[in-house]
């Protein structure tokens, strides 16, 4: 079937390609990237029956789409559309989401930049041209490959947000710690993948440098002088020099980027032993199998 | 040499790194590890990061007795030339108690060695600046450095890849350059060379 696309209409807000991430880059600078939140990923895509990191649309607003060269089905979370060619899907901003992911079947078919076809933002790398998508995009589709579809489950919210404490704790008064695992935190405003940002009683640490730079991860919780907590998301610096509380857990990580701004939050410390074990369930239940590469 | 390893969530380990050690070799050590999957070399610590269903990494004694490691890709020498126009060169200047023309000259007259690759896709922090020179970074960073900027902070120098946000001391553009290439990644790695040539 040749020619199938998704012609962007409008976009509103941000929107574009992510899909699984490029791992194993950090050491050029470059960080995991990938869907801010892979189980939602997940969703769209297996209600699709495509792969669970397939190229798909990471929307923040709204978008308006049409089908074009042939017939496409959709996925906007796990609701299924059918588009015949030159039929439109209206998606309006979600109230209630902070991102939703639109599915396509087979992926959208966008060239691979260092490994995969997600988008760096920063770098204008990957994705649709490097950048957000707008009026006057044509995504090609990939080749459909008609997997059995899969209802995943929704995101579980409400409970505590799991963190593995360290490794910098001795660089903070004990007031700290008491504090990250008992207070409740609010979701900045100005959260991004790059990092989501908290509001709450600060974290006092016993020194005030910003210090030499250190590795960085994804979920790193990181506390500059001021003590508001910065927990790194997708795209983040890969060395940076503020001190890490804790890092939040692969298994919460997409559920705390899946919360609006101003959501009220509460953290609790696990083991990175259990973190681990935590993980195969969450894995196993998501279907978040690393790709073969 | 005891290592002093801590978690880093449930699937990376930091290290402390023992001092003297070459980037490079360390980088390509952890790298050669079982169960490694990437790494980051960063000034004084490394991480190495696995996946978490695999087995953790064996990271006791690896800096011990003989451990030099094949490299993947030679250490190479870049020459980026250089327009010192930054808005920073006279703060610079001030700092150094000298004129613009001898701060250019003292950061022309270094080969530097890449330290750390990271920040940023490509950014590299190139040592050591001419302690003369090494202005300490903006208290109020600027929301916006151009794409090619050559800037100093403290003992470190390095060229922006991209727009971002950014505390350097501004005092120059690189001509002709781009430290981050979409189909080869960063180009400066851990161990390359670089030199500045006024342009």
């Known amino acids: 079937?040749?020619?199938?696309?998704?012609?962007?209409?409008?976009?509103?807000?941000?929107?574009?390609?992510?899909?699984?991430?490029?791992?194993?880059?950090?050491?050029?600078?470059?960080?995991?990237?990938?869907?801010?939140?892979?189980?939602?990923?997940?969703?769209?895509?297996?209600?699709?029956?495509?792969?669970?990191d397939a190229p798909a649309i990471e929307l923040y607003g709204s978008l308006d789409v049409m089908a074009s060269g042939g017939a496409?089905?959709?996925?906007?979370?796990?609701?299924?559309?059918?588009?015949?060619?030159?039929?439109?899907?209206?998606?309006?901003?979600?109230?209630?989401?902070?991102?939703?992911?639109?599915?396509?079947?087979?992926?959208?078919?966008?060239?691979?930049?260092?490994?995969?076809?997600?988008?760096?933002?920063?770098?204008?790398?990957?994705?649709?041209?490097?950048?957000?998508?707008?009026?006057?995009?044509?995504?090609?589709?990939?080749?459909?490959?008609?997997?059995?579809?899969?209802?995943?489950?929704?995101?579980?919210?409400?409970?505590?947000?799991?963190?593995?404490?360290?490794?910098?704790?001795?660089?903070?008064?004990?007031?700290?710690?008491?504090?990250?695992?008992?207070?409740?935190?609010?979701?900045?405003?100005?959260?991004?993948?790059?990092?989501?940002?908290?509001?709450?009683?600060?974290?006092?640490?016993?020194?005030?440098?910003?210090?030499?730079?250190?590795?960085?991860?994804?979920?790193?919780?990181?506390?500059?002088?001021?003590?508001?907590?910065?927990?790194?998301?997708?795209?983040?610096?890969?060395?940076?020099?503020?001190?890490?509380?804790?890092?939040?857990?692969?298994?919460?990580?997409?559920?705390?980027?899946?919360?609006?701004?101003?959501?009220?939050?509460?953290?609790?410390?696990?083991?990175?032993?259990?973190?681990?074990?935590?993980?195969?369930?969450?894995?196993?239940?998501?279907?978040?199998?690393?790709?073969?590469? | 040499m005891s290592l002093a390893v801590e978690a880093l969530g449930e699937a990376a380990l930091r290290l402390e790194l023992p001092p003297c050690l070459e980037p490079r070799a360390v980088l390509e050590r952890l790298r050669s590890l079982a169960g490694v999957r990437d790494v980051v070399v960063a000034e004084r610590h490394a991480a190495v990061t696995f996946d978490p269903l695999g087995p953790l990494p064996k990271l006791e004694g690896i800096f011990d007795g003989q451990w030099a490691v094949g490299t993947e890709r030679a250490a190479r020498l870049h020459t980026v030339s250089v327009r010192y126009d930054g808005p920073d060169l006279e703060r610079v200047a001030a700092f150094a108690k000298a004129t613009v023309e001898e701060v250019v000259r003292l950061h022309e007259e270094r080969v530097y060695t890449v330290r750390v690759v990271g920040f940023l896709p490509g950014f590299a922090y190139l040592g050591e600046v001419d302690p003369r020179i090494a202005a300490p970074r903006l208290e109020t960073p600027r929301v916006r450095v151009p794409a090619g900027a050559v800037g100093i902070a403290g003992s470190r120098t390095g060229i922006y890849p991209f727009v971002s946000p950014g505390g350097w001391n501004l005092i120059g553009t690189a001509i002709d350059f781009a430290p981050f290439d979409a189909e080869s990644g960063a180009v400066f790695r851990l161990g390359d060379q670089v030199r500045f040539v006024r342009g």
Not at chain 1, 16 to 37: M, N, S, T, Y
Not at chain 1, 183 to 199: A, C, K
Not at chain 1, 233 to 253: M, S, W
């Open chain 1, 1 to 52: 079937m040749a020619d199938r696309a998704l012609q962007i209409m409008q976009a509103v807000g941000p929107a574009w390609i992510q899909d699984g991430g490029r791992e194993g880059l950090l050491h050029q600078g470059i960080p995991p990237g990938g869907a801010l939140v892979p189980e939602l990923l997940a969703q769209a895509n297996r209600a699709i029956g495509n792969r669970w």
């Open chain 1, 72 to 293: 496409v089905r959709l996925s906007v979370g796990g609701e299924v559309h059918f588009l015949r060619a030159g039929e439109r899907l209206q998606i309006p901003a979600s109230g209630t989401e902070r991102v939703r992911y639109l599915a396509a079947g087979g992926g959208f078919d966008v060239p691979i930049r260092l490994g995969a076809r997600g988008t760096l933002p920063v770098a204008s790398l990957g994705g649709y041209e490097g950048r957000a998508l707008g009026g006057g995009d044509r995504l090609a589709l990939a080749e459909d490959e008609d997997g059995p579809d899969e209802r995943l489950p929704s995101l579980e919210t409400g409970s505590r947000l799991r963190f593995v404490p360290g490794p910098d704790s001795a660089r903070f008064d004990p007031l700290a710690r008491e504090r990250l695992s008992s207070e409740p935190f609010r979701i900045d405003l100005s959260s991004n993948r790059v990092g989501t940002r908290l509001e709450g009683p600060p974290l006092p640490r016993l020194d005030s440098d910003a210090g030499i730079s250190m590795p960085m991860v994804r979920g790193a919780i990181q506390v500059p002088a001021a003590g508001l907590p910065i927990v790194l998301g997708p795209d983040h610096p890969t060395t940076g020099g503020y001190p890490l509380i804790g890092v939040v857990i692969r298994a919460d990580q997409g559920l705390l980027a899946s919360l609006q701004p101003g959501t009220t939050v509460r953290f609790a410390p696990v083991e990175a032993e259990d973190a681990r074990s935590i993980w195969r369930e969450h894995a196993a239940r998501w279907g978040l199998v690393p790709a073969l590469r």
